[in-house]
Structures are given as C-alpha cells and as structure tokens.
C-alpha cells in the first residue's frame, strides 16, 4: 500500500473545469512555490484537451460543416427576401 500525496490527475481533471484549469495555471504564475504541484496537473489537462480533439477531430469537422452550410442557406434565404421586398417596392411604385 502505497501513500499517495496528490489525487489521481485524471480524476482531478474531470471536477476542475476551464476556470479551475485557469486558476491553476494563473497561481503558477503568481505564486512560484505552486507551480511544482500546479504544472502537472496543467500539463496534464492541456494533454487531455489535445487527446480529446484528436479522437473527436471528425466529428468536429462535420459538425463546422454543417454549421457553414446552415450560416450559407440563412444568408442566401435573407438574399432571397430582400430582392422580393425589392421587387414589390419597385412594382408598387
């Protein structure tokens, strides 16, 4: 059985967050004597983040694809009505 001085770093992430993330890294800045305990656990959780992306990279880009596609119709759809608000304005004067 061994002692263990810190919590588990991948549970530790999972509770902390994008602020916690950010204090973290903030403390380390400010505080010297932090950063020993702190930068692990930030490298960690940048590692974790670049894990994530790559293993949902696809899915992400289909998803900006879609996204693209729907900002093109809605605009080509405001195009649509404005040249119909155009025309009746022209045809009733």
Known sequence: ????LLPDLE????????SGIATIVLL????????????????AAIKGG???YEKNKD???KVS???RDIVAEAKAELVEEQ???LESAAGSS
């Open 59 to 61: 899915a992400i880009a």
């Open 11 to 18: 549970d530790l992430l999972e509770g902390l967050g994008l």
């Open 50 to 52: 670049m894990i994530l």
């Open 28 to 43: 380390s800045v400010i505080l010297p004597g932090v950063s020993e305990i702190a930068k692990p656990i930030a490298k």
């Open 65 to 67: 694809k879609t996204w």
């Open 1 to 4: 059985m061994s002692l263990k």
């Open 83 to 85: 040249e119909k608000i």
